[in-house]
């Protein structure tokens, strides 16, 4: 409850949707323990991006699977 109230407040601070990474990795960091955080948090930074759909969708046309691909 302590991490949702944290992030619920950053939320109705900045509603702009462009913030949507921190308020993820604001709700990761409150909600881990600090030894797990230590792991995980340099991966996070490093590999972190908020899936717009701009980038989802060059995302799905890279793809080589055809599956995917299709559209019924």
């Known amino acids: 409850m302590k991490s ?16 949507g ?21 340099p991966i996070s930074e490093c590999n972190a991006f908020f899936a717009n759909p701009k980038t989802s969708f060059l995302q799905w046309l890279s793809m080589n699977n055809d599956v995917y691909k299709k559209l019924d």
């Open 4 to 19: 949702y109230i944290l992030v619920w407040y950053e939320i109705k601070k900045n509603k702009s949707f462009t913030d």
């Open 21 to 41: 990474s921190k308020y993820v990795f604001k709700a990761i960091q409150t909600s881990m323990p600090y030894n797990l955080l230590q792991i995980v948090d």
